[in-house]
């Protein structure tokens, strides 16, 4: 078990090859917190007024259907189109540029406009498993696709646009530069030591335990060693697959079942809806294998005391390298005391 240092000391991210800085001896106590019940938010069922919800028209024109599970659609704003007229440029390795292209397409977790994964039941999210894995595996197989990456940005600190519950898949013709950076680190660690790099990390979690939040048969939630973000967590399988579709239907109901744990915990800690991106990180979907990569999520949580105070990566974290003083144990600990009954449910009972 490796010793936490109780002075300022700076920790490894093998994954992205990059440092976080810690800064533990500025907390007197590891728990400044504070837990308030925020404004209530809108919690109306179906928003006449909402581009997602089922019936109702987006930008574009095109009517939502009445869907009654998750419901797919071509983003009416992509980021990126499937054919670019740009040209390469960069002679001498200066200005340099290359066309870019794909798809974008946003994912409907439900049909309820007044829900969040904390508040649907795992029965109901496995079919957002499902979803997202036809649809990594769908825009996967396009040759001129790379890389799927499936992302979530909740809570408008987050820039969401919308609180009807969503994800956007963006699948691209390369790899994007933090897929690409892991997987340059899981290739090089897997032809050293012939196992894979995640694989190995949650070995040594699991024998130390203190960053585990918690965990089902198939999956584990912790808060990596590496943290930049307070209450950043990681979702590990602890089979290795290398993508979403691999996932066998007892991964994806347990895949399901701790998404709604780590939801609900999160929900509990400041009693609010909480915010984060998440995204998943899966292989590249180049044809090959990538016998190195092991499929897991990342949550980019932006809250650090309250319902409204943020931590912001700002100064020293913009101009040198990021920060943190809440360790990555106190972190683990905090959400690992909450309840798994959701706060609202709580207080109904
Ligand atoms: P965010 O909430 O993460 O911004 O995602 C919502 C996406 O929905 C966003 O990418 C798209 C936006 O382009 N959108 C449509 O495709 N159609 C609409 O009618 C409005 C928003």
């Not at 990126?80 to 740009?86: R, Y």
Request: charged content about 25%; glycine content about 6%; aromatic content about 10%.
């Amino acid at each position: 078990m490796a010793e936490i240092p109780k002075s300022s000391h700076r920790r490894y991210n093998p994954l992205l090859d990059e440092w976080v800085l810690c800064s533990s001896h500025r907390l007197q106590r590891p728990w400044q917190g504070q837990v308030e019940d925020a404004v209530p938010e809108s919690r109306l069922r179906f928003d006449p007024s909402c581009y997602l919800c089922p019936g109702n028209a987006r930008a574009g024109g095109q009517k939502n259907p009445d869907y009654a599970t998750t419901f797919v659609f071509d983003n009416d704003f992509p980021a990126l189109l499937p054919e670019s007229a740009a040209p390469a440029t960069g002679e001498g390795g200066l200005l340099v540029s290359e066309p870019a292209t794909g798809r974008c397409r946003v994912i409907c977790f439900s049909p309820r406009h007044d829900v969040t994964l904390a508040e649907m039941p795992p029965a109901e999210i496995r079919p957002v498993v499902d979803t997202w894995a036809e649809e990594t595996e769908a825009l996967g197989s396009d040759p001129a696709i790379e890389y799927v990456q499936l992302f979530e940005n909740k809570g408008a600190m987050m820039g969401c646009s919308n609180p009807h519950p969503h994800c956007q898949v963006w699948a691209t013709g390369h790899v994007p530069l933090l897929p690409a950076r892991k997987l340059a680190s899981q290739r090089a660690w897997f032809e050293r030591h012939g196992r894979d790099l995640v694989g190995d990390y949650l070995e040594r979690e699991l024998g130390a335990s203190e960053r585990i939040v918690c965990r089902n048969e198939h999956w584990v939630a912790l808060v990596p060693w590496w943290a930049v973000w307070p209450f950043e967590v990681m979702l590990v399988p602890v089979r290795r697959v290398a993508d979403i579709p691999s996932l066998v239907g007892e991964e994806r109901d347990a895949l399901a079942e701790i998404l709604q744990r780590v939801s609900v915990r999160y929900d509990n800690l400041f009693r609010t809806s909480f915010p984060y991106s998440m995204g998943f990180h899966g292989r590249p979907t180049d044809g090959e294998d990538h016998p190195w990569w092991r499929l897991h999520a990342v949550y980019y949580p932006p809250l650090l005391r309250s319902a409204t105070v943020r931590k912001f990566l700002v100064g020293f974290e913009l101009t040198a390298e990021p920060q943190r003083d809440l360790t990555a144990e106190d972190a683990a600990a905090r959400l690992r005391e909450q309840s798994e009954t959701h706060y609202r449910q709580a207080r109904q009972t």
